[in-house]
């Protein structure tokens, strides 16, 4: 007799007329006799609109907090080191020179 498989899943994403779809068969064995292959397939839109929100936000956000944060790096810099007071005189003498 032929050996078959006890289980083998097979998972596809396809796109077809733009829309996205998941589809998986898995062979159904009753002892040695293959009686057939069951095959589902669901639509993958209730995935894709919110996985489209994250990219939306992760594409404004990312770039909106990294300048936020190197707006309060440079600001909080300029605050912790101000000019020293020997560079308005060290100014003044090459002036006159």
């Not at 083998?8 to 898995?26: F, G, M, Q, S």
């Not at 040695?32 to 994250?54: C, F, K, M, N, T």
């Not at 020293?84 to 002036?95: D, F, G, H, M, Q």
């Amino acid at each position: 007799m032929r050996e078959h498989p006890r289980k083998i899943t097979l998972v596809i994403d396809a796109i077809a007329n733009d829309a996205a779809n998941r589809c998986a068969w898995e062979a159904k064995v009753l002892g040695d006799r293959l009686l057939g292959y069951l095959q589902i397939a669901a639509s993958l839109e209730d995935v894709e609109a919110p996985l489209q929100q994250v990219r939306l936000f992760l594409a404004i956000g990312v770039p909106v907090t990294l300048g936020a944060i190197a707006l309060t790096g440079w600001l909080l810099g300029g605050a912790a080191m101000p000019d020293p007071p020997c560079l308005s005189t060290v100014t003044a003498i090459c002036r006159r020179c």
